[in-house]
């Protein structure tokens, strides 16, 4: 498929990375200019910037001409902008530099279409667009793009936006005309909502400069999708143009709350209509769980309670009803999600279209973000893509390279082995496949009003999947919401790691990924009793490091690893996946194992970033390897005394973090650290919160410096899980540790 024209530029010039083109590649660090500089490719027809709020003039109208940029920094004999319209020309497209500033320029008549394209220095140094992020592969070589739209076609462009607590929402909204300057039809602008809130009444057209603006005001706290619509009088139709708005207290931020992951099968039965099994055994087979219990949950409150503030579903899309075998000789069910065999329907195991509409409004009448687990690396056999091109490059191989098999190892064979014979490796090198998996996202997130995504296996897709994907969804921070992609690149607790997750993050890229160093780390720490704290702060830095400001994804657990609580309790031994069938381990029958989880979690809900709860964490839900760690989820009365406690604490902390200014927005600063004790602050002043941490057995009282965090002597700090109050005396506190115990010490 060729891409749409997207947004009212129509165009995505994107570049991540070099791809050699005849020539030696171009050092995209050498001259990216001021910042804010927008270099790379785009139409000539925007008269005034957007977010422009002066004095409308005439409507502008959209040229045909594509203007190419590059901030090289300096100058050079000669560059150059080859691309598919020039056959890859490094002379056919000048760029000249009119001022001698190093920012060079060429204006190009291209019909409308979807091109690859580099920049060409010297005749020689070929190299992508160091400002744009999407790809495209053109003879299998990485390029940058730009799509080109009809400039015959009117568009669509957010001037402004802005929401109050208090329910007022107001929109601006721009016609840009076609190049036929032929005007908007009768009706100028049209634009809908969900849910309804007479949007439509409300709207106000100025026919002389093409603003559209609407003012709503009592809506209640809840989010809010717009789409505009608008054609010409020539019955050219604009892109529509879609714009989310939040009416909240607080305007959000990725990491306000913890992020819940519910999988879905295993989470809660809210209607026994649409239960089904596939006939395995029923550790492997469809639970019951569906769209209808996380309603049920939500309605209850129960994700307020423990302070979340986004829920990461498990695959929404239709799966495999048949049965797939595992790489143990075992036959499985598609309850998980990641069997695709339809790209916009819902299985019928969890519910229906419109209930998972219902389930996402449901969760933003709770001011609760909604992530889909988004399966880009494979698909069913039995999906229609691959049915209809199986043999024309939408797909790498035949299934004879088997990731782990013979000759195609996991690692040296990323991109291209299949997880399993009946799963089909997506080849993200070929556009119509890559465009056509975006646009599906795409779909899910505006049809049913999502708010990002998490994103499997990525590590197993080429660049085009992140690169691509975020440039197409950098479409939806148009209003006031910021979509959110986490990504899942599974790998261990070294520099190694740390650096290979780093590739898949950025603006070029996801938002965050899961932090599997600092998990690996915290299991170590807290699960299993080894390695000072330390060790622990000496991986937290080290992510740092590595990561910047990337709101990443800490967690205790998820359901491709053996439950924590199980772990702590030492009941992990020999062939877990064994275990897990024949002799799976049974909740723990002491005290200790949960207090080292109430820890794990004191640590990592206080950590920066969106931290996880993988479903029944909460309660330490017991579990040898997959599947026998996807239990189905306990509530209420069926919890013992003992996860009944640690489910408080979560809550206790989980609400913490929710609320507590420091805890969702401020810096992280590391206090002390002993064999096992652990103090560190977020947040200074009067938005300061110290967590205070001691694995050891024994009670003691250590003396640790506040310096740097704007607390006179005489403050008083309280302990908000409970424990004893501190006072800054001598620019200190004497922190209480007690035995497996934590606190957080707040103003």
Not at 212 to 236: C, D, K, M
Not at 330 to 341: E, L
Not at 369 to 386: G, M, T
Not at 663 to 674: I, N, Q, V
């Amino acid at each position: 498929m060729r891409l749409r024209d997207w947004a009212l530029l129509g165009v995505l010039a994107a570049g991540v990375g070099c791809g050699g083109n005849n020539g030696a590649l171009l050092d995209a660090g050498g001259g990216l200019g001021d910042a804010g500089f927008d270099g790379g490719a785009m139409p000539s027809d925007v008269q005034r910037p957007v977010g422009d709020t002066g004095p409308a003039g005439p409507m502008p109208v959209r040229s045909c001409r594509t203007v190419f940029t590059y901030n090289l920094g300096r100058s050079a004999r000669s560059v150059a902008v080859a691309g598919e319209w020039n056959q890859f020309s490094p002379t056919a497209t000048p760029m000249n530099d009119s001022g001698n500033t190093g920012v060079y320029r060429a204006e190009v008549d291209l019909a409308a279409g979807d091109y690859g394209y580099k920049f060409v220095v010297d005749g020689t140094q070929w190299g992508n667009d160091p400002e744009r992020i999407a790809i495209k592969y053109v003879g299998g070589v990485e390029n940058s793009r730009v799509v080109v739209p009809d400039c015959t076609r009117p568009a669509l462009q957010v001037i402004s936006q802005s929401a109050t607590a208090d329910g007022v929402i107001e929109l601006e909204v721009q016609y840009v005309d076609g190049a036929d300057r032929r005007g908007p039809a009768p009706e100028g602008v049209t634009v809908s909502t969900v849910p309804s809130t007479g949007a439509m009444a409300a709207l106000q057209f100025d026919r002389t400069t093409g603003r559209a603006r609407v003012r709503l005001t009592g809506l209640t706290p809840t989010r809010y999708s717009f789409r505009f619509n608008a054609r010409s009088l020539s019955g050219q139709q604009a892109e529509p143009l879609f714009v989310p708005m939040w009416v909240e207290q607080t305007p959000y931020q990725w990491g306000d709350g913890p992020l819940y992951f519910v999988f879905t099968d295993r989470f809660r039965n809210g209607d026994p209509t649409n239960d089904g099994r596939a006939n395995t055994a029923p550790i492997a087979d469809w639970n019951g769980g569906d769209f209808a219990g996380v309603i049920a949950a939500l309605r209850e409150g129960y994700f307020d309670r423990m302070g979340v503030r986004a829920l990461w579903l498990s695959p929404v899309n239709s799966n495999t009803a048949g049965l797939g075998r595992g790489g143990d000789g075992r036959n499985y069910a598609g309850y998980h999600g990641y069997w695709v065999n339809r790209a916009r329907d819902t299985d019928r195991h969890w519910g229906s279209l419109d209930e998972l509409r219902a389930l996402t409004a449901e969760a933003h009448r709770h001011g609760i973000r909604v992530l889909y687990d988004l399966v880009n690396n494979q698909l069913h056999r039995e999906h229609p893509y691959f049915m209809e091109h199986q043999r024309d490059g939408w797909f790498n191989g035949d299934g004879g390279c088997v990731c782990g098999g013979p000759m195609c190892s996991w690692d040296d064979r990323a991109i291209d082995c299949w997880f399993t014979n009946y799963l089909p490796d997506v080849n993200w090198g070929n556009m119509g496949v890559a465009d056509q998996m975006v646009e599906d996202a795409w779909w899910w997130l505006t049809e049913t009003q999502a708010d990002g995504f998490r994103v499997d296996a990525v590590k197993h897709m080429n660049f085009t999947a992140t690169a691509n994907l975020r440039d197409r969804l950098n479409q939806y921070d148009v209003g006031n919401t910021r979509v959110y992609t986490v990504g899942e690149t599974f790998t261990g607790g070294d520099e190694g790691g740390r650096q290979l997750i780093r590739r898949y993050i950025g603006r070029n890229a996801l938002h965050a990924q899961f932090d599997f160093p600092l998990y690996w780390a915290i299991r170590r720490a807290y699960a299993r009793n080894e390695g000072s704290m330390a060790d622990l702060e000496g991986a937290v830095q080290a992510g740092e490091r590595a990561f910047g400001d990337a709101p990443m994804s800490p967690f205790l657990g998820n359901h491709d690893i053996e439950r924590f609580m199980s772990e702590a309790a030492g009941q992990l031994q020999g062939d877990t996946r064994e275990l897990g069938y024949n002799n799976p381990p049974p909740p723990p029958d002491r005290d200790d194992p949960y207090r080292r989880m109430a820890l794990g979690w004191t640590f990592t809900l206080t950590q920066p970033g969106v931290p996880l709860i993988y479903y029944g964490d909460e309660v330490g839900l017991p579990g040898a390897a997959d599947p026998d760690n996807r239990r189905p989820m306990r509530f209420g009365s069926d919890l013992s005394m003992r996860e009944q406690r640690l489910l408080a604490h979560v809550q206790q902390v989980g609400t913490l973090r929710a609320t507590h200014p420091g805890l969702r927005r401020g810096a992280r600063r590391s206090l002390h650290t002993d064999g096992d004790g652990y103090v560190y602050a977020r947040g200074r002043g009067a938005e300061v919160a110290i967590v205070a941490l001691n694995r050891g057995g024994t009670d003691r009282t250590v003396r640790v410096s506040v310096s740097g965090l704007e607390l006179t002597d005489g403050v008083l700090l309280r302990d908000a899980l409970g424990g004893p109050s501190v006072t800054v005396q001598g620019g200190a506190i004497e922190v209480p540790f007690r035995s497996q115990g934590s606190a957080i010490f707040v103003r």
